[in-house]
């Protein structure tokens, strides 16, 4: 990854692409947090490891090349 090339390094809660893939133009990523935390998520609208992880999936649609 491009990131960590440059030094970019992401702790365990921030590993959260698990599964990336296109299909007829589309991009879809599966994407999930550590299972400790999970009980913190309810205190998101929406988390922001869980948001970084979806936008790693621009990383598949080529829109980051």
Same mark, same amino acid.
């Given at each position: 990854?491009?990131? %960590? /090339?440059? !030094? &970019?390094?992401? +702790? ?14 589309e991009v879809f %990523? /599966?994407? !999930? &947090?550590?299972? +400790? ?13 869980l948001f970084d992880? %979806?936008?790693?999936?621009l990383g598949v ?5």
């Open positions: 990854m491009r990131a %960590a /090339e440059n !030094g &970019l390094e992401y +702790g365990p809660v921030f590993q959260g692409l698990r599964r990336a893939w296109r299909r007829d133009g %990523a /599966e994407v !999930g &947090l550590p299972e +400790g935390e999970r009980e913190r998520a309810g205190q998101f609208g929406l988390h922001p490891a992880a %979806a936008l790693h999936a649609s080529g829109a980051l090349a």
